[in-house]
């Protein structure tokens, strides 16, 4: 018996299949509460699969009356590589067009996140969208 024979004779393997990789869809809101800020809300997973939409969203609007971006943490669940890179980038942007940029942090693992990366005390954290939206000094949401 040759082995190409032999090979026919063998059960075929039975290799599981990969389970396919549920996509976490993100959302966003962008809204404008008052003259001078925007909010954008985003909810979900920000990782690698949707960083470019939220990167898109993130871009500073070419409107003189905004002086705030706010971007809205409280609903997302995990706070990936390139979701921390992607709030790197958009202080970086909007600091050089003079435009602040605050972070609603309110949960443990986006807080966590942040605190890992460094990125707790380089942003402008708040603990919900009112209070983002209050003029004066930097608040932290520690």
């Known amino acids: 018996m040759t082995v190409q024979q032999l090979g026919s004779q063998l059960p075929e393997p039975v290799v599981p299949s990969p389970e396919p990789v549920p996509r976490v869809a993100l959302r966003g809101n962008v809204f404008r509460p008052q003259p001078d800020a925007l909010v954008m809300a985003v909810e979900g997973e920000v990782s690698q699969r949707c960083a470019d939409e939220l990167e898109a969203l993130l871009r500073p609007s070419p409107d003189p009356a905004i002086r705030y971006l706010v971007v809205d943490l409280s609903r997302v669940h995990r706070l990936g590589i390139a979701g921390l890179q992607l709030l790197t980038r958009a202080y970086m942007t909007t600091r050089s ?15 966590d996140a942040l605190r890992t990366a460094g990125l707790d005390v380089v942003l402008d954290c708040r603990p919900n969208v009112a209070a983002a939206l209050v003029d004066g000094q930097p608040r932290d949401a520690r």
């Open 97 to 111: 067009s003079g435009i602040g940029l605050r972070v609603v942090v309110a949960t443990d693992e986006v807080r």
